[in-house]
């Protein structure tokens, strides 16, 4: 199906496609690939880049731009996560409605029917839906969002229907579950979970460990007139598609369990607590895997892990990078600015940083390396060259 979208030749990479087939493309398979640039040695992870969701969401852009001049286009907000891409769409045209915090940067109000508006891969609320239909946009045209979502959400709509309250684990400053929260609510009482802290929190809550008085004060992201007596009796547990999955199979475990003691039951079932693991966006389990696997076999001194610095995918792959190796996480090339010194992001404080001496001067050095779902394989071939070129 990939195959049959159609993306720019500049985010592509000769380099990265002869890489690719090294071996038959395999889900099940995690090894990492291995190739040697020079003295060095790359470590790369089996799965990385482009998912088929922002394949389809870029492809739907370039497209409606080329078939479209002489028109005015809009993007609700970013497309996806990436600041190359961002740049080039602006470069094409496309001017943003909305930056990724929601903030107005266009008046909607300055709209005309026949300006294309396009929706980002996340999707949006059926608030904003509303907004943009009352103005006349067309949007059913020109809508990206990721068949992963939209399989979220038709699972809210199941599962608010059959009497379920819809947990969401996900980011919820993050317009993906900005917008699976939107339609969730409106069917179902609905509670966004960030994190594993807020699910064991919670589980008191279900419990009655917890006085329900303080539940507002611990939980902020509910819908309206969210009632923790009747409302935690019965739970459908989802996530925005780009979350840790073993994080959210952990709080799965802890909302079940929680239910069982509440219960005295040692299996609660289906009919109090709905398993949503199918839910799991494809891409982002095996790119987390295979990161996970390149970072624990391949006995490299470093980790470069390349994508948008406001990815919530790509900050995972770090946080797992992390666990094993020194990771330095960059956007592109340029943040490499020469063999002594190095600018990446750090996750943990949200800012940049520079790391002074960063390239080992070893022989037989291995670097491990990956990318985010949003990242051109274009860019991490400039890495990769730039890193060369630097340890010869």
């Not at 090894?31 to 998912?51: D, I, M, N, S």
């Not at 731009?65 to 907000?77: Q, Y």
């Not at 329900?212 to 996530?239: E, Y």
Request: hydrophobic fraction near 40%; charged fraction near 20%; include cysteine.
């Amino acid at each position: 199906m990939l195959q049959n979208l159609h993306l720019p030749q500049y985010y592509k990479s000769t380099l990265i496609e002869q890489i690719k087939s090294q071996a038959p493309n395999s889900a099940r398979d995690q090894t990492p690939y291995t190739v040697q640039l020079g003295k060095l040695t790359f470590k790369l992870a089996r799965h990385f880049g482009f998912c088929f969701g922002v394949q389809q969401a870029l492809s739907l852009a370039y497209k409606t731009i080329a078939e479209n001049k002489g028109k005015r286009v809009f993007l609700l907000s970013e497309i996806i996560h990436n600041p190359i891409i961002y740049d080039d769409l602006v470069k094409q045209g496309i001017k943003f409605l909305m930056d990724s915090k929601s903030n107005i940067l266009i008046p909607f109000e300055t709209l005309k029917p026949d300006d294309i508006v396009l929706i980002p891969a996340f999707g949006i609320t059926l608030e904003l839906r509303k907004h943009l239909q009352d103005l006349g946009i067309d949007i059913l045209r020109y809508d990206t969002t990721c068949p992963f979502v939209q399989k979220v959400w038709n699972t809210v709509k199941k599962l608010g229907q059959t009497g379920y309250t819809i947990i969401i684990h996900g980011n919820p400053n993050h317009e993906e579950t900005k917008a699976t929260f939107s339609y969730a609510q409106a069917i179902a009482p609905t509670l966004i979970l960030k994190n594993k802290n807020e699910a064991l929190k919670l589980a008191d809550f279900i419990k009655d460990r917890t006085e329900l008085s303080k539940f507002n004060a611990n939980f902020r992201h509910c819908s309206k007139n969210f009632d923790p007596q009747q409302d935690l009796i019965k739970i459908g547990l989802v996530q925005q598609t780009t979350m840790l999955t073993n994080e959210t199979e952990e709080i799965s475990e802890i909302l079940k369990t929680a239910l069982n003691q509440k219960n005295k039951a040692e299996n609660i079932g289906e009919a109090i607590f709905a398993d949503t693991k199918h839910t799991l966006c494809y891409a982002t389990q095996a790119n987390q895997l295979a990161t996970k696997v390149l970072c624990q076999t391949s006995n490299a001194d470093l980790a470069f892990i390349v994508g948008g610095y406001n990815s919530s995918n790509t900050k995972h792959l770090v946080e797992l990078a992390s666990q094993d190796l020194k990771t330095f996480f960059i956007k592109d090339s340029a943040e490499i600015l020469n063999s002594k010194t190095i600018r990446h992001f750090d996750i943990q404080t949200s800012t940049i940083q520079e790391t002074t001496d960063w390239l080992p001067t070893k022989s037989n050095l291995i670097i491990a390396i990956s990318a985010g779902a949003s990242c051109p394989d274009k860019a991490l071939e400039e890495v990769m060259l730039k890193i060369q070129a630097l340890a010869t």
